[in-house]
């Protein structure tokens, strides 16, 4: 069945990059997203990738995408605290507003000064 | 960029009453809504998929006659929890997908049954 993984915990020191890594087993996946939720919040959209790009970046942020291995990356430069939270793998099985989402069960970032 | 807006932010209330939660997209329309449940370890489960002007599908293992959704208008869905429990205290996340974009998402309901 259609499922994604993800390391459950990662700490960083401040300043350096942090590599957030995931991998999914649906490989008709048209979009993967990046969300980042923060303490007793909700979950802000983060990136998201199309699946026939490998790489995209925007600002500190860069995805990876290895469609053969079903491996998607969240590289995160000169890391901050406040960057500390959880981030959330997730893929779109298709482009349909209707389609639901398959989630990892989140990353811990913790930056640490 | 899409804003979905969810209230309340926090309830709390007495076991065996109902508590309704909106969720409001406020500058798209959204025929479909989602309603998320996220367990003390971060897990996010899907409850239902609101669908506008229909019923709403529910994934298996959600009562929907404990979590009704009523999606009456293109930009509003609600779930109201009926005669809660202490089980039932959760965070409750709405989600919309805005033509063009990624899912957004509510800032989330923190619901505490006591």
């Known amino acids: 069945g259609e499922d994604v993984e993800q390391s459950l915990f990662l700490s960083v020191r401040e300043g350096d990059s942090s590599v957030i890594n995931c991998t999914y087993t649906?490989?008709?996946?048209?979009?993967l997203y990046w969300y980042k939720q923060e303490p007793g919040a909700g979950l802000q959209l983060l990136t998201y990738i199309f699946s026939n790009m490998d790489m995209k970046q925007d600002q500190r942020l860069t995805v990876l995408l290895n469609k053969k291995d079903k491996h998607l990356s969240l590289r995160i430069a000169d890391t901050q605290t406040g960057d500390s939270a959880i981030y959330f793998c997730?893929?779109?099985?298709?482009?349909?507003?209707?389609?639901?989402?398959?989630w990892g069960l989140g990353t811990s970032l913790a930056v640490n000064p | 960029g899409a804003v979905v807006s969810q209230h309340p932010s926090r309830v709390i209330c007495k076991s065996g009453t109902s508590v309704k939660i909106e969720c409001r997209s406020l500058d798209f329309q959204a025929t479909t809504m989602f309603w998320y449940r996220q367990f003390p370890k971060k897990s996010l489960m899907l409850m239902a998929t609101?669908?506008?002007?229909?019923?709403?599908?529910?994934e298996q293992g959600v009562e929907k006659d404990k979590f009704l959704i009523n999606h009456a208008s293109l930009t509003l869905s609600t779930l109201t929890v009926t005669s809660a429990h202490p089980e039932d205290s959760s965070f409750y996340i709405c989600?919309?997908?805005?033509?063009?974009?990624?899912?957004?998402f509510g800032s989330g309901t923190r619901l505490t049954v006591v």
């Open positions: 649906d490989s008709s996946s048209t979009y």
């Open positions: 609101s669908n506008e002007g229909s019923k709403a599908t529910y």
């Open positions: 989600s919309a997908r805005a033509p063009g974009s990624g899912y957004t």
């Open positions: 997730a893929e779109s099985p298709n482009a349909g507003n209707n389609r639901k989402l398959i």
